[in-house]
């Protein structure tokens, strides 16, 4: 079974340039999470989907943030712009579904973002 | 006070000890509890998941939880230098139809040999 696909693997660009992440999850997991993880730091939730319907985008920064899940398979999280601050890990996961106890996440490989 | 509380470590153990990291958690609304596996530079991988009071064993690696004191610890036993990584705890707690996955920072593991 493949595992959680992320694209591009590292990415550097200048601050207040615009950035995308691309997320293809585990076949069948409906639920589908971005995080954040900066160094030392365990990850952060910035938004989940369960199928195309973002049930917690709480945690996002919605000024510079964006996030689609168009058909409820893969998904894309976008900076626009970028600050020095971005700079961290975006990792994302996908689990069979959100609300039941035994939601199980499985993490990709994330995206190392360096913002100069 | 935080959500998810590990000792950041670095916990030192020879090569074929007993590990022991713990994790307490403050909501105790919380069902579900996983122990993630991170080596330095790639992401978290899921090694156990917990969801009743008592132990679960898998391999070299047993969950312990204690929903009463709030705690849930990962032994790993005959330690190898492969398990030298950082160990992130993880809680979910559900409330009507939201449910969110707070993770601990995570304790570093270094197996000596």
């Known amino acids: 079974e493949a595992g959680v696909v992320q694209s591009p693997r590292y990415k550097i660009i200048e601050k207040k340039q615009p950035v995308a992440f691309w997320c293809n999850p585990i076949?069948?997991?409906?639920?589908l999470y971005w995080y954040l993880q900066n160094l030392g730091q365990g990850p952060e939730l910035l938004i989940r989907y369960e199928n195309e319907e973002a049930v917690d985008d709480s945690q996002l920064p919605k000024d510079r943030f964006s996030a689609e899940r168009l058909k409820g398979v893969d998904s894309t999280l976008k900076i626009q712009p970028a600050e020095l601050g971005d700079s961290a890990v975006y990792l994302c996961?996908?689990?069979?579904?959100?609300?039941?106890?035994?939601?199980?996440?499985?993490f990709g490989p994330g995206t190392r973002l360096t913002v100069l | 006070q935080k959500e998810v509380e590990q000792n950041s470590g670095p916990l030192s153990v020879p090569e074929g000890a007993i590990a022991s990291l713990n994790c307490t958690y403050s909501d105790r609304v919380s069902q579900s509890f996983f122990w993630y596996r991170q080596y330095s530079g790639k992401s978290p991988e899921l090694i156990m998941s917990?969801?009743?009071?008592g132990d679960k064993e898998d391999g070299r690696f047993t969950a312990q939880l204690n929903k009463a004191s709030q705690y849930v610890s990962l032994l790993i036993r005959d330690s190898q230098p492969s398990d030298s990584a950082t160990y992130l705890c993880a809680v979910t707690a559900y409330s009507g139809t939201a449910s969110k996955l707070t993770f601990g920072t995570g304790t570093r593991l270094q197996v000596t040999l």
């Open positions: 996961a996908s689990s069979i579904r959100g609300l039941a106890p035994y939601n199980e996440q499985f």
């Open positions: 076949s069948g997991h409906n639920t």
């Open positions: 917990i969801y009743s009071n």
